[in-house]
Antibody
Framework: QVQLVESGGGVVQPGTSLRLSCAAS????????MHWVRQAPGKGLEWVAV????????YYSDSVKGRFTISRDNSKDTLFLQMSRLGLEDTALYYC???????????????WGQGTLVTVSS | SYELTQPPSVSVSPGQTASITCSGE??????VCWLQQKPGQSPVLVIH???KRPSGIPERFSGSNSGTTATLTISGTQVLDEADYYC?????????FGPGTKVTV
């Protein structure tokens, strides 16, 4: 079955950087687009970034554009999120989630990991 | 930027039908999915592409999308359906979530 396991979260100071990883298994990773979605404590879901199956296309939310970089290593079935210039507003649980396909085409958010917590605090 | 609107809360008695709305400009022209999130758990996709249920999702969950409103309907609501529900769509290369609706059974 699909497994997505995030790691790399922690407590960091404002202005610093952090890299999150998501190890995928149970499916052919290189065939699927992948996303990062975050959820601040007690708040709703916020989409962060998406990367196409081959890494050729990447899109970001306005709130992280220019600070975060999504990438993937299809040889290692791993998704990454490089976060820089972190601010208090980036404190959240960060989820890795994958696309899927139906007879109507692709669709997002089919499977989710358990998340990794990033806390930005001075 | 594109925005989705959901009621903050919906209350339903066990066995009754719950309807959760999601509104946005020309939303009926877009694909909408719905996610369920129970406390302390990761979200679960319950409807994708407006009306399709992933495998393993009970038939009591159904979706529709027309005009400016998408609707998630839970027929014969069970206590275990108590959760937050988020609608989601895509606009201008961005994925947008609604603010969420807390369903109380």
């Amino acid at each position: 079955q699909v497994q997505l396991v995030e790691s790399g979260g922690g407590v960091v100071q404002p202005g610093t950087s952090l890299r999150l990883s998501c190890a995928a298994s149970g499916f052919t990773f290189r065939n699927f687009g992948m996303h990062w979605v975050r959820q601040a404590p007690g708040k709703g879901l916020e989409w962060v970034a998406v990367i196409s199956y081959d890494g050729s296309n990447r899109y970001y939310s306005d709130s992280v554009k220019g600070r975060f970089t999504i990438s993937r290593d299809n040889s290692k079935d791993t998704l990454f999120l490089q976060m820089s210039r972190l601010g208090l507003e980036d404190t959240a649980l960060y989820y890795c989630t994958k696309d899927s396909y139906s007879d109507r085409g692709g669709y997002p958010f089919a499977d989710w990991g358990q998340g990794t917590l990033v806390t930005v605090s001075s | 930027s594109y925005e989705l609107t959901q009621p903050p809360s919906v209350s339903v008695s066990p066995g009754q039908t719950a309807s959760i709305t999601c509104s946005g400009e020309n939303l009926g022209r877009k694909n909408v999915c719905w996610l369920q999130q129970k406390p302390g758990q990761s979200p679960v996709l319950v409807i994708h592409q407006n009306t399709k249920r992933p495998s393993g999702i009970p038939e009591r969950f159904s979706g529709s999308n027309s005009g400016t409103t998408a609707t998630l309907t839970i027929s014969g609501t069970q206590v275990l359906d108590e959760a937050d529900y988020y609608c989601q769509t895509w606009d201008s290369s961005a994925y947008i979530f609604g603010p969420g609706t807390k369903v109380t059974v």
